[in-house]
T-cell receptor, first 114, second 113 residues
Framework: NAGVMQNPRHLVRRRGQEARLRCSPMKGHSHVYWYRQLPEEGLKFMVYLQKENIIDESGMPKERFSAEFPKEGPSILRIQQVVRGDSAAYFCASSPRQSTDTQYFGPGTRLTVL | AQSVTQLGSHVSVSEGALVLLRCNYS??????LFWYVQYPNQGLQLLLKYTTGATLVKGINGFEAEFKKSETSFHLTKPSAHMSDAAEYFCAVSSGGNNRLAFGKGNQVVVIP
């Protein structure tokens, strides 16, 4: 059973460009979470999605950031007009059900904004 | 709101010595508690978790943690450090039906030969 897949692993963007980060959950998992890890910090929750629904986006910045988890295909975290402060590692996690289940993490996408 | 405190960002331990990483949490409802390990340039791997039941939890690689409600703590221990234990360790909490994991800032463990 393949683990959580994320791509790309490394992404370099110039200020003002768009970044698209993809996450394929583990097989059989319908719940996806995105977290951001800034340098010298722990992971911070961004958004929780189920298929075609955003359940909790309380950790998402109000502007430029969006997430989706379509019926078919991977979950996408989209950052428009990136700024240097968006440079971080973005981790996706998945679980088969909600709440009590362990979240399994992908290897992360390291975004660098020049 | 839930939160986690991990003191001491860098922890050095001699090979063969006890590993002790401290975690204190804050939660308004009974918590679920987790320890994850992160190796360089990799994702987080679950070491162990507490949800309900026995308060002493055993995990992978010889690690264990004890939930102490009165102290709001979930400290991680391993009796004898191995070189392969060098990594970053994160404590996390979620509150029942709340799916958000709140993480501490992590402990970078260095094992000295």
């Amino acid at each position: 059973n393949a683990g959580v897949m994320q791509n790309p692993r490394h992404l370099v963007r110039r200020r003002g460009q768009e970044a698209r980060l993809r996450c394929s959950p583990m097989k059989g998992h319908s719940h996806v979470y995105w977290y951001r890890q800034l340098p010298e910090e722990g992971l911070k929750f961004m958004v929780y999605l189920q298929k075609e629904n955003i359940i909790d986006e309380s950790g998402m910045p109000k502007e430029r950031f969006s997430a989706e988890f379509p019926k078919e295909g991977p979950s996408i975290l989209r950052i428009q007009q990136v700024v240097r402060g968006d440079s971080a590692a973005y981790f996706c996690a998945s679980s088969p059900r909600q709440s009590t289940d362990t979240q399994y993490f992908g290897p992360g996408t390291r975004l660098t904004v020049l | 709101a839930q939160s986690v405190t991990q003191l001491g960002s860098h922890v050095s331990v001699s090979e063969g010595a006890l590993v002790l990483l401290r975690c204190n949490y804050s939660s308004s409802v009974p918590p679920y508690l987790f320890w994850y390990v992160q190796y360089p340039n990799q994702g987080l791997q679950l070491l162990l978790k507490y949800t309900t039941g026995a308060t002493l939890v055993k995990g992978i690689n010889g690690f264990e943690a004890e939930f102490k409600k009165s102290e709001t703590s979930f400290h991680l221990t391993k009796p004898s450090a191995h070189m392969s234990d060098a990594a970053e360790y994160f404590c996390a909490v979620s509150s029942g039906g709340n799916n958000r994991l709140a993480f501490g800032k992590g402990n970078q463990v260095v094992v000295i030969p």
